[in-house]
């Protein structure tokens, strides 16, 4: 059971939603792989996203932060002498989606965003 859900971690994205009466929603989303620093490849950049929907229109924010330390020995190749090197990035991102229903229980949702990043 610990290996399915593990799995069930690393495949998706751990999220919560809450939904009224209304038809407004918020939703909170936290990206596994990033928290856990996982090597997955080129994943989202955002660790956490929420979202707050009334009707078809939703509001859209997400940030997430990583850095990275690498450390090159001394060989042959770069003159003996050793290097380090320190990555460290920050995303942010607001933007502003719709809604739109393709069947009785799915729904397409599209939208743009204001991006910034800072490496």
């Not at 996982?38 to 707050?52: K, L, M, N, Q, R």
């Not at 997400?62 to 001394?74: D, H, I």
Request: hydrophobic share 40%; net charge positive.
């Amino acid at each position: 059971m610990k290996k399915i859900f593990c799995l069930v971690l690393l495949a998706f994205q751990l999220g919560t939603h809450a939904q009224k009466s209304d038809s407004s929603y918020f939703d909170i989303g936290v990206n596994t792989i990033r928290i856990l620093n996982w090597d997955a490849g080129d994943v989202s950049p955002y660790a956490i996203h929420a979202e707050y929907g009334f009707g078809r229109v939703s509001l859209r924010a997400g940030a997430g932060m990583y850095s990275q330390s690498v450390t090159e020995l001394p060989n042959t190749f770069n003159g003996n002498s050793e290097f380090t090197s320190d990555t460290s990035s920050m995303n942010l991102r607001f933007g502003l989606a719709v809604r739109s229903a393709i069947g009785s229980r799915w729904s397409l949702k599209y939208g743009a965003d204001f991006l910034m990043g800072r490496n």
